[in-house]
Nanobody, 123 residues
Framework: QVQLAESGGGLVQAGGSLRLSCAAS????????MGWYRQAPGKQRELVAT???????DIADSVKGRFTISRDNAKNTVYLQMNSLKTEDTALYYC?????????????????WGQGTQVTVSS
């Protein structure tokens, strides 16, 4: 019914930049909040940044000033521009979307996750 496809992860040196993208597809009616979370080995998943349909953002203190979240509502896509990357930013980054969609039983709402994209920052 709904899929989230992430791209843009990779290996980068400290101080470098990466841009993550996440496109939502399927029988989507509308998307409320979209966001990025990350999970490093041995740690809990944590919020990185979220953005509402009207553009309101919430950014984690650990990445404020370095990461920027944006979205293209026409493309159902959210982006995460990551600058001045640090080794501690190394993690599996997950896209999340809270949305309304259709299934065979009618209109539904739900929270969906992407499969994750690895970001590795070397020193």
């Amino acid at each position: 019914q709904v899929q989230l496809a992430e791209s843009g992860g990779g290996l980068v040196q400290a101080g470098g930049s990466l841009r993550l993208s996440c496109a939502a597809s399927g029988t989507i009616i509308s998307i409320n909040t979209m966001g990025w979370y990350r999970q490093a080995p041995g740690k809990q998943r944590e919020l990185v940044a979220t953005i509402t349909s009207s553009g309101g953002t919430d950014i984690a203190d650990s990445v404020k000033g370095r990461f920027t979240i944006s979205r293209d509502n026409a493309k159902n896509t959210v982006y995460l521009q990551m600058n001045s990357l640090k080794t501690e930013d190394t993690a599996l980054y997950y896209c999340n979307a809270n949305l309304y969609y259709y299934n065979p039983y009618g209109r539904r709402s739900g929270d969906y996750w992407g499969q994750g994209t690895q970001v590795t920052v070397s020193s």
